[in-house]
DNA sequence: ATTGCGCGGTTCAAATTTGAACAGCATCGC
DNA sequence: GCGATGCTGTTCAAATTTGAACCGCGCAAT
C-alpha cells in the first residue's frame, strides 16, 4: 500500500452526500418521533423489532447488535422503557442467565400510534424524494455495505 | 391524507439498507479514527471544515450548522480540542459578538496525520464497496435528500 | 466434582449530547 | 438617542452513550 488513493471528485460528491444525508435524515426523524410520540428513535426501532419477532420478545444481545447499539446502552434504554410499561423484561426460558426483553400492550399501543406519522415523514424526507432507479441503487448498494460490515463484525477478517 | 402510504417492498428495502448502513458506517468511521489518532469523527470533521476554510477559520454557528450539531455540542467540542492545540478561538473582526475557531499548525498535523487512514477507511467500508453506477445514484439521491434538508431548516416550510 | 473459561447482562464512572435559559452585541424603528 | 428584538455563543442541568470492570451461569476438560 503506498501512497493514499484519495477520492476523486464522483466519489467525492457520493461521500459528501451519503454523510450530511445520514445525519439530516436520524436527526429529522428523531426530533419528529419525540414530538408526536415521545418515543426517541431508538426506542422506536427496539419496538418494532420486539413486534416483528413472532413472540414480540428478543434477547438484549441480539437486539443490541441488530440496533448497532452498545449492550449497556441497550440496558439503560430497556430500562426506561420498562418505566415507562412499554417492554417487560423475561428470563429466557432456555438459558437462565438469558434476559428477553418483550412488548407490552401498551408498547404495541404506542406503537401504532407512531407508525403512520414516522411512516409519512420517512417518506417526505428519504423515499418520496428518490427515483425509483436511486431507490434500487440505494437498496443494493447500501445493503451490500451495511452486510460486510455486519459479517466482519462476526467473523472478523475475512480476508 | 387519508390512510398512511406504508413502505411497499422495494421502498421497505431501501429503507432497511439506508439506516443500517448509516449507523455501522459511522461506528466504523468513528472508531477506526479514534484507535489510529485520538479523534473523534466529529472533531476529525471540524478540522477538514477549518482546514478548507481559505482563512482557516469559521464562525461557530457556520460550523454547527455544517456539520449538523447542537450548538451547545459545537461549544463544548471545539473547547476540547482547544484544550488539546488543535484549533484555536479568534474574535471575528467585523462582529464583536461572533467567534472564530481557526485550526492550528497543531491541527493541520493532526489533519494530515488522520487523512491516509481515515480515506482508506472510507474506501473500504463505502466507496469501494459500490459500483460506479450506485455511486451515481447515491451521489444524486441522497444529494437532494439533504439538500431538501438542508433548504427546510432555512426558508422552514417552502411549501 | 472441580477448576477454568466464555457468554450474557449489568453496573459504574466518564465523556458526550441536547435543549432551555442566559449574557453580550447589533440593528432597526420610533 | 433609546428601547425592542434578534443574533451569537456560552452555561447549565439532565439525558444519553460508551467502554471497562464486574457478577452469575453454563459448559468443557480434567
Keep these: 500500500m503506498g501512497h493514499t488513493r484519495w477520492l476523486d471528485d464522483e466519489e467525492?460528491?457520493?461521500?459528501?452526500?451519503?454523510?450530511?444525508?445520514?445525519?439530516?435524515?436520524?436527526?429529522?426523524?428523531?426530533?419528529?418521533?419525540?414530538?408526536?410520540?415521545?418515543?426517541?428513535?431508538?426506542?422506536?426501532?427496539i419496538l418494532i423489532h420486539l413486534n416483528a419477532?413472532?413472540?414480540?420478545?428478543?434477547?438484549?444481545?441480539?437486539?443490541?447488535?441488530?440496533?448497532?447499539?452498545?449492550?449497556?446502552?441497550?440496558?439503560y434504554q430497556v430500562g426506561q422503557m420498562e418505566k415507562a410499561g412499554l417492554v417487560q423484561r423475561r428470563q429466557c426460558e432456555w438459558s437462565r442467565s438469558g434476559v428477553l426483553a418483550a412488548i407490552t400492550d401498551e408498547g404495541r399501543a404506542a406503537l401504532e400510534r407512531a407508525a403512520p406519522g414516522?411512516?409519512?415523514?420517512?417518506?417526505?424526507?428519504?423515499?418520496?424524494?428518490?427515483?425509483?432507479?436511486?431507490?434500487?441503487?440505494?437498496?443494493?448498494g447500501l445493503g451490500r455495505v451495511r452486510d460486510r460490515l455486519i459479517a466482519e463484525k462476526d467473523g472478523d477478517t475475512c480476508w
Excluded: C
Aim: aromatic fraction near 4%.
Design 12 to 45: 467525492m460528491r457520493t461521500w459528501m452526500a451519503f454523510i450530511p444525508a445520514s445525519n439530516l435524515v436520524a436527526r429529522e426523524l428523531d426530533q419528529q418521533l419525540k414530538e408526536e410520540s415521545g418515543l426517541s428513535h431508538l426506542q422506536y426501532e
Design 53 to 75: 419477532a413472532e413472540t414480540g420478545a428478543l434477547r438484549m444481545t441480539e437486539l443490541a447488535e441488530r440496533l448497532i447499539n452498545s449492550k449497556s446502552g441497550l440496558t
Design 118 to 140: 414516522h411512516v409519512a415523514k420517512v417518506r417526505e424526507v428519504l423515499i418520496d424524494v428518490l427515483t425509483p432507479e436511486e431507490r434500487k441503487a440505494i437498496a443494493d
